[in-house]
């Protein structure tokens, strides 16, 4: 280290980027149980947004943190869609959709700065520090405690911060991920988006999204603009980028070619002033590794994916998620838990290669220069007097939603998810999410998700259970006893268990109650000491 340099008190974990995985990443990790600082290289902590969508199984894991109530204050969850097809405009109503099992049935619109001002807000609330302009600049172990010996560059010069663990949540050119030697595996785009907040003069419906279909790809209007009434989100083709910053907000696009792209989207607008614009080099790339001993990556640092489907912010939560409260729950448990931290990499980093492939396929449609893509969007026009008929099916606008929200995310073969014997087949199986559901506990009506809308491990009885699971849950070995929540479901026959993680997944079930099974696995996830 460099003669001179500060020191500061060791925490559990740091976390290098203030982004939404950043952000999340912190307050699970806190609210599990260890000590969180955040550092951040940019000056600034407002920014213009990026994204613009969260969807349900992001906002599930976020509400035990308690900011859904203030997202959904700041967002649109009703959205109403004009899609643009030629001359015919056909009306999508995106509210509401039938979908019974998560108590956010809807597509959320929602910026990206109201999202990462809602979870700083939270993280201020609690205590914990959020350093900006402090640039992560490498690390090292120290063999003589095994914490990590971490070099920061200030304003005021070096500084060295020790800790336990580090979440390397620093977006797609990471530092961290350098820094770890993880190969980033696949390549750029042959298209960029433009992003843009415009004041437009024409015919369009104000307040809703209006997106339309042309040759060259989709162009999209959010009534979500930052500094106008109107956020435009386009592509277009892009050559080689040698030594592009992909997926962060380039250099500002000149007017007239937003001019151009409004205009060659056909939607019925004229631009009358661009107050902001820039340009987003995209890829689609994923982490060789997730994690190694105790530095791990989240967010864009470990996967990178095109704007399609609005995945990339809730990946990089659901990771921020995932790993934060393993992150919690090692800090306090005085030992080694190689599988509890190695199946963050194994569960999250197939969970990516999915989605990257979902957002792969969906951006080819929407914006691939490829001939036969524009084939197909040139004969959409053609299709639109059967849109409307498709949609009014309220099913298959349900279907779509879900298709965004994840379903086929699960972590059936992760080595914490754990089927009990007798195996209780009445319950999803471990590594699935747990699907919110009517129950009756202590004579009330509740659904399950509002049982465990609150940090730590929820443990579900069935109805005959027998009554010693909940002491030896909450003995005085559990060191994570105030994160252990038993519930008696009065409404589900039988004597088994079930076992949810803080990410909202099944970890584990049985069919009988058995407090020894149990506890073997609480052990697992370092719940409870040896």
Not at 312 to 317: K, L, S, T, W
Request: aromatic content about 4%; proline content about 7%; glycine content about 12%.
């Amino acid at each position: 280290m460099t003669a001179g340099a500060g020191t500061t008190a060791a925490t559990d974990v740091l976390v290098v980027g203030a982004g939404p995985a950043g952000l999340t990443a912190a307050l699970q990790a806190h609210a599990h149980g260890a000590t969180v600082r955040v550092v951040d290289r940019r000056a600034e902590r407002i920014r213009p947004s990026r994204a613009m969508m969260l969807h349900a199984r992001a906002l599930e894991g976020l509400r035990p943190l308690g900011v859904t109530d203030e997202l959904l204050d700041r967002a649109d969850t009703a959205p109403e869609a004009r899609i643009h097809l030629g001359r015919k405009v056909v009306v999508a109503r995106l509210g509401r959709a039938d979908l019974p099992d998560t108590a956010f049935p809807h597509l959320t619109l929602v910026r990206q700065a109201d999202v990462e001002d809602v979870l700083w807000q939270a993280l201020r609330k609690r205590g914990v520090a959020v350093d900006w302009g402090v640039e992560f600049r490498r690390l090292e172990p120290d063999p003589a405690d095994g914490l990590l010996r971490v070099e920061l560059q200030t304003d005021r010069g070096l500084e060295q911060h020790r800790c336990r663990f580090l979440a390397g949540c620093d977006g797609q050119s990471s530092t961290v991920r350098g820094v770890l030697g993880a190969r980033w595996r696949g390549g750029p785009y042959p298209v960029e988006a433009v992003l843009a907040d415009l004041e437009l003069d024409g015919s369009l419906d104000p307040g809703l999204l209006h997106a339309a279909v042309g040759t060259a790809g989709l162009a999209f209007l959010f009534a979500l603009g930052e500094g106008a009434s109107w956020r435009m989100l386009a592509t277009r083709p892009a050559a080689p980028q040698p030594g592009a910053h992909y997926g962060q907000l380039g250099p500002p696009v000149p007017t007239e070619e937003v001019v151009r792209l409004v205009r060659a989207s056909g939607l019925e607008a004229a631009v009358r002033e661009v107050r902001w614009s820039a340009r987003v080099p995209l890829q689609h790339r994923i982490a060789g590794t997730f994690g190694s001993g105790t530095v791990f990556l989240a967010g864009d640092a470990a996967h990178a994916h095109s704007p399609a489907g609005g995945q990339g912010m809730n990946n990089g939560i659901l990771d921020a998620l995932g790993l934060g409260w393993r992150l919690g729950f090692a800090a306090q448990a005085g030992r080694q838990l190689p599988e509890l931290l190695g199946s963050y990499g194994q569960e999250r980093r197939l969970a990516a290669r999915r989605v990257l492939a979902l957002t792969h396929v969906i951006f080819f449609g929407e914006a691939s220069p490829h001939p036969a893509a524009r084939a197909v969007r040139s004969l959409l026009p053609l299709c639109a007097p059967l849109l409307p008929l498709v949609l009014r099916r309220r099913w298959l606008t349900s279907k779509g939603i879900r298709l965004l929200a994840q379903p086929f995310v699960r972590y059936r073969r992760s080595p914490i998810s754990v089927d009990g014997t007798p195996r209780a087949g009445s319950w999803p199986r471990p590594g699935d999410r747990l699907p919110d559901g009517p129950a009756t506990v202590d004579g009330r009506q509740v659904r399950l998700h509002g049982l465990t809308a609150v940090p730590g491990i929820h443990i579900f009885l069935e109805r005959d259970a027998g009554p010693d699971v909940a002491a030896a849950v909450t003995s005085a070995d559990a060191r994570q006893a105030p994160l252990l929540h038993v519930h008696r479901l009065a409404s589900h026959p039988g004597s088994g268990l079930v076992a949810v993680r803080p990410d909202g997944h099944i970890g584990f079930r049985c069919a009988a109650a058995d407090v020894r099974q149990l506890r073997d696995w609480l052990r697992l996830v370092g719940a409870v000491g040896d």
